[in-house]
């Protein structure tokens, strides 16, 4: 939605600039934004900051702390205002939960035009802005639009991710059917990854997502592909690895991603090989978000996979008619 926003306002003349946190999210709207205009740039929020001080000012943005993640935005506003600096562009956000109240204040002190696509069901820490405090700072209307419909995955992997939302947070579920999400007892990693070649050689044409929750259960899969003479058709992301922190969308269709970076994210067909990694309190509302997040990834497909002797309690307790049961036997 967040791409063809910025397509829609750069056909009527403006300089838009698409913004994410993430740096994989960026890559992904980057390789789809030339299809539709070549009039948007697509950055995330640090390289955005950080060009906008440098053509203003001769030094870095000022900081709170010594790696320079941390702005300090009172400073950053104060001089703003000081110099009556203004900018002209036009911002749409994606995942806008994710920045933090300096950074809407700025936009409001510059008089940007600013479009924010948020998702107020994430937890809210100090880098991130509730939708209530973006409202505030940008003074914009608080009856705003809702996307109340999953358009993405099937309805039954839908129906899934909705038993780890609040009631009233569910979406509605789109009408477009498909298979019941399965999760499989496995005897081993190296019998679920032959799976997923198994599901590639059938679904060559799939994108497929495998979500790990860990960057050392990330490589791991990643040898195991390899070892399985996928490595041509394999690439994991990998944020702070300079061999692997970058993504073709448009080749590899085995895409290896980790729940830290898999938001904003979608593949044809998921597959979780470590169910049994999620053990915090499955009531918890963290881990009930990042489980719903993860879900969805999913358009068509969605597996789960474990190796210990019962159900990991995050889904222990969902009924088999959102998510079938298998035991996937060593070969």
């Known amino acids: 939605m967040a791409v063809y926003r910025a397509w829609a306002l750069a056909t009527i003349g403006r300089r838009v600039v698409l913004l994410t946190r993430s740096n994989l999210l960026q890559q992904y709207h980057a390789q789809i934004a030339p299809d ?54 036009t911002l749409v956000v994606d995942e806008g939960q994710n920045l933090p109240n300096g950074f809407y204040r700025l936009c409001r002190i510059l008089r940007v035009d600013v479009t924010v696509f948020a998702d107020e069901r994430q937890q809210i820490g100090d880098e991130e802005s509730a939708l209530s ?39 509605d579920p789109p009408g477009r059917s498909g298979g019941v999400p399965t999760v499989l007892s496995v005897t081993s990693l190296r ?58 969308f448009s080749t ?28 915090e309190d499955p009531t918890g509302v963290v881990a009930r978000l990042r489980f719903s997040v993860l879900c969805t990834r999913a358009r068509e497909d969605l597996y789960f996979a474990y190796r210990g002797p019962q159900e990991p309690a995050i889904i222990a307790g969902i009924p088999t008619s959102l998510l079938a049961r298998s035991q996937l036997s060593g070969g």
């Open 36 to 89: 539709l205009s070549e009039a948007i740039t697509v950055t995330t929020y640090h390289r955005w900051v950080r060009d906008f001080w440098r053509r203003h000012f001769p030094t870095d943005p000022p900081c709170t702390d010594e790696q320079g993640w941390l702005y300090d935005w009172t400073e950053i506003g104060r001089r703003c205002i000081l110099h009556q600096v203004r900018s002209d562009t």
């Open 133 to 171: 405090e973006i409202c505030h700072l940008l003074d914009a209307d608080m009856n705003r639009p809702a996307l109340r419909c999953n358009r993405r995955s099937s309805r039954e992997i839908a129906l899934l991710a909705a038993e780890f939302q609040d009631p009233g947070d569910a979406e």
């Open 191 to 248: 019998d679920f990854m032959a799976e997923i070649a198994r599901y590639f050689t059938a679904y060559p044409d799939r994108t497929i997502g495998i979500i790990c929750r860990s960057t050392f259960a990330l490589r791991d899969v990643q040898s195991r592909m390899t070892g399985l003479g996928l490595s041509e058709l394999t690439q994991a992301y990998v944020h702070n690895d300079q061999y692997h922190n970058t993504f073709d």
């Open 252 to 279: 590899r269709p085995i895409r290896i991603v980790t729940t830290a970076g898999m938001k904003g994210l979608e593949f044809d067909s998921v597959f979780v090989p470590d169910l049994d990694a999620y053990s």
